[in-house]
């Protein structure tokens, strides 16, 4: 399935995925496959989800995270969507053999 990849400036991180879009902050980051695929992982999750639901999950185990580690950074690489598509973002053939609802796999105590 391909989804738009769309150049917004003003985007606060370098690259975001919103159903059914990839966003992504310098043009020039519509070649970084790296990038690409990570938002792309993020895609599937929204899909599996429902979209909505994705978004919901996300701010509360981000919210959770920060409780726990008191620090942005350290809460936002632990929501279990980011741990992911962080962990796979760098295999281009992840999306083809993934299992549906893989995320679950990457919920921790």
């Known amino acids: 399935m391909k989804f738009p990849i769309v150049h917004l400036p003003f ?3 370098a690259g975001m995925a919103i159903f059914p879009f990839v966003l992504i902050k310098f043009a020039a980051l519509k070649k ?3 990038i690409i695929n990570h938002e792309l992982i993020h895609l ?3 899909i599996e989800l429902l979209v909505i639901p994705f978004f919901i999950l996300y701010l509360l185990n981000y919210l959770i995270n920060l409780i726990r580690y008191r620090n942005h950074d350290q809460a936002y690489r632990n929501i279990v969507f980011e741990r992911e598509a962080y962990q796979n ?3 281009h053939l992840y999306l083809k053999n ?7 796999s990457y919920i921790h105590p």
């Open 11 to 13: 985007l606060p991180a």
């Open 32 to 34: 970084d496959k790296q």
């Open 44 to 46: 599937r999750q929204q």
């Open 89 to 91: 973002d760098s295999n």
């Open 98 to 104: 993934r299992k549906f609802s893989a995320w679950i």
